[in-house]
């Protein structure tokens, strides 16, 4: 499974669009996906919660607060009621310099809706968000990925989809339905210092997981170096300054989670 490890080059640094282009449009909307695609992204990265009504959908806070105009959990609200939600005009509050008219159209997505829309033509970098909160959100995401056929033998191959999670349970499950998911184990260091990842803990992930995705603000070259060393590839989140994804792809990691795919893809190609 490791086969992918080859050092970095131009060609095989993943450009993650983290929840989209979310640089130049509200995260995780269908202008945001567009844009990240003609920005030649390598993943449209997808964060996903549960309605109350069981349907997975495109939000990254387990809240509706931030970037809709509703309030309260995504949990307790059905998907009637969060279809009735504006979730762009936050950003042209936000971002009046980027505010288009477009974004107060937008709606939250369902996994659903952007599998019909992009099918094939694009990859996913799916997150399980909170699993705890919502049991049995893993099965219910294969079973959608297999009805959009992006299971079979050529999507698996081709790394179609891509599954992220800070949650190992979540992680172990999807693996335990089928081994066959690439999954990348996201991380989140805090406190003094950089970032600490023991042989013993590579040899957990690697049980599952073919990378890790640690934040940026607590990694290193040594750090990178020493994961690959060990066969696992490194994905780090979220890098948007060009220097800092300069210095990053100098790292040797394989792949970004990026809120810019076009800053990214620039310094990509330009190596
Ligand atoms: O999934 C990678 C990165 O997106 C994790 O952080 O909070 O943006 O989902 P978050
Ligand atoms: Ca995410």
């Known amino acids: 499974k490791n086969a992918s490890l080859i050092p970095s080059s131009q060609s095989n640094v993943l450009v993650i669009a983290h929840r989209g282009a979310s640089g130049y449009a ?28 069981n349907k997975l959908v495109i939000i990254h806070d387990e ?34 310099k980027l505010a288009d008219r477009e974004f107060a159209k937008q709606k939250i997505l369902t996994l659903d809706e952007i599998l019909s829309y992009y099918g094939n033509g694009v990859k996913y970098y799916i997150e399980t968000k909170a699993p705890e909160v919502y049991p049995g959100m893993e099965k219910e995401l294969l079973a959608m990925l297999k009805a959009h056929l992006l299971l079979d033998k050529k999507s698996l191959q081709k790394r179609q989809v891509i599954i992220q999670s800070f949650s190992a349970d979540s992680l172990k499950k999807i693996h335990k339905m089928n081994p066959d998911i690439p999954l990348v184990q996201l991380l989140w260091y805090t406190g003094k210092g950089k970032g600490q990842i023991s042989k013993k803990q590579m040899n957990i992930y ?22 690959r060393g060990h066969g696992l590839a490194v994905h780090p989140y979220t890098l948007n300054d060009p220097n800092a994804i300069q210095k990053t792809l100098n790292w040797g990691v394989d792949g970004m989670f990026t809120n810019y795919p076009d800053r990214l893809h620039d310094a990509v190609f330009k190596r």
């Open 206 to 227: 690697d049980d599952y997981a073919f990378a890790v995705g640690p934040n940026i603000e607590k990694i290193d070259a040594a750090y990178v170096k020493k994961v």
């Open 63 to 96: 809240t509706l607060d931030r970037t809709t105009t509703g309030t309260g959990r995504v949990k307790d609200h059905t998907l009637a009621e969060i279809k009735n939600l504006d979730a762009g005009s936050w950003f042209n509050n936000m971002y009046p």
């Open 26 to 53: 509200p995260e995780h909307t269908l202008p945001s996906y567009n844009l990240a695609k003609k920005m030649k992204a390598d993943y449209l990265e997808v964060d996903l919660q549960r309605t109350k009504d």
